[in-house]
Every structure is written in C-alpha cells, then in structure tokens.
C-alpha cells in the first residue's frame, strides 16, 4: 500500500470513528433569493465560531491532520441545523475537494446525517469554490460527477475569482454557478465589467445552468442583474448572515 493510499485512509478511520476536533464551531445561514417569485430559493451554511467569529477564525484551525473530519463535521453540522430550523428549501454546503479521498466513501457522514434528520438529498447542494487549489481539475469532476449522480445538486462558487473558471466548466457543467462578488461591485456604472459579466451569463443559460449573483448590497447592482433576467441573488441588500437562525428578508421596492 502506498504512503498516501495509506495515510487517507487512516483519515478515514478518523471520520469514521468520529474522532473530536480540537475545536468548536457552528453555523450561520444567508438566504438566495429568488426576486422574481420574492421567495427564499436556498440558504447557504457558512462556518463561524460558536462565540460568532467569522469563519477565518475557524478556517485558520485546519491542517493537515484534521481537514478530512473538519470537512465531514460541516456537512453534518449543516445538515442538522437545517433540520432543526426547519429548512424547506435548498441547503447550500461548501466543501473541501482536497478533503475528499474517495467520493463514495467521503459521501456516508452526510448520507445518514440526512437519513437521521429526515433532510431530502435532492435538496442538498454541494459548493466548490472556484479559486479552490485546482492542480487536480480530475480529482474534483470526479466528485461532482459522483455527487450528482446520487441526487445532489453541484455548484461552482466565487465563480470569476480564479483561473479555472472557463476550463472547468468545459469539463463539468455544475446545476449553478455563484459569481464572484469582485465582478459585481459597481457593476451598474462600469461597462466592462458588464460586458464580462453578460458573457458569462449568456453562458450559463446556453448550458442550462441557474446563475446566482452574489453579493448584491447596492439597489442599483440588483436593479442591474434584473434587467439581465438574473432572478437569483445573494447578499446584504436582502439579508445578512445569522447564527444557527433564519434571517428576515428586505424586500427592494
């Protein structure tokens, strides 16, 4: 057996056996929202710190040696909370492809975490994000692949911030594609980043894939996404972030 072979599935075995962190953390959930229907379409789980800390404060505790339990306990904590808050649509989870060994052993945790909840797979969605480390683009198609096969829903997230974009939807072509917010910020009053982001727009409806504008604060950028047809948005114009709680949406006029 080789060294590495070796090693991911002593991780393994870790998971399994639900070894602790050496840390605490929790939840908090953002809405997407549909405009158009001015209904909640998903809420994304987003790490903070039991105190409210923002994720870094979490995600500077990782290693090497706890990546892979890290990685399985967010998608159980995720899954649970979302149980108990009584999320009735979309649940929106980030994960670590380089926590993933293999993906239909990687998939279990989460697997009985939804049977023990009662939490519908087909509602589960499975982000990456797109300026991930993507030295192997195989390892990661290879996940998404596996994940949709099962009945997940995929997404691309942060879409625009990296390099891998274009190429790796050449490969995969994800449910929904999250654009990174550097793309939208003053999108209204500058034409190049319009042009760019109409392309990739275009795109995605030419791919059948549902488009997410996140991080709209501004009137004026969701005004812009609505007159794009963009019917999904995310940001602080709707609603900010709340611990273990769903928050309230404002409406725009």
């Known amino acids: 057996m080789h060294v590495k072979e070796r090693d991911h599935l002593l991780k393994c075995d870790q998971c399994r056996n639900g070894d602790p962190l050496p840390f605490d953390f929790t939840m908090a959930f953002q809405p997407v929202v549909d405009v158009q229907e001015r209904q909640v379409a998903a809420y994304e789980a987003l790490v903070r710190g039991t105190d409210g800390s923002g994720a870094m404060s979490i995600l500077g505790r990782i290693t090497e ?30 994960f670590l492809p ?8 990687c998939i279990r945790t989460t697997l009985a975490a939804a049977e023990r909840t009662g939490f519908p797979i087909e509602r589960i969605v499975f982000e990456v994000t797109e300026s991930e480390d993507m030295a192997d683009k195989g390892h990661l198609t290879k996940i998404l692949r ?3 096969d099962r009945g997940f829903i995929t997404a691309i997230d942060d879409f625009g911030a990296g390099y891998a974009g274009l190429s790796l939807l050449v490969d995969f072509q994800p449910d ?3 654009l990174d917010m550097g793309l939208l910020r003053g999108i209204d009053s500058d034409p190049v980043r319009q042009v760019v982001v109409k392309g990739a727009i275009d795109i995605c409806r030419n791919l059948q894939i549902d488009v997410v ?41």
């Open 65 to 94: 040696d706890n990546r892979y339990r890290f990685d399985q306990a967010c998608r159980t904590k995720a899954i649970e909370l979302a149980a108990r808050l009584g999320i009735d649509c979309r649940l929106s989870i980030n």
């Open 98 to 105: 380089n926590a993933v060994y293999e993906p239909a052993a």
């Open 146 to 148: 596996d994940y949709r």
């Open 176 to 178: 929904v594609i999250k």
């Open 213 to 253: 504008a996140e991080g709209i604060e501004t009137y004026e950028e969701y005004q812009w996404f609505r007159s794009q047809g963009v019917r999904y948005m995310q940001g602080y114009l709707f609603a900010k972030p709340e611990l273990e709680a769903l928050p309230s949406i404002e409406w725009p006029a």
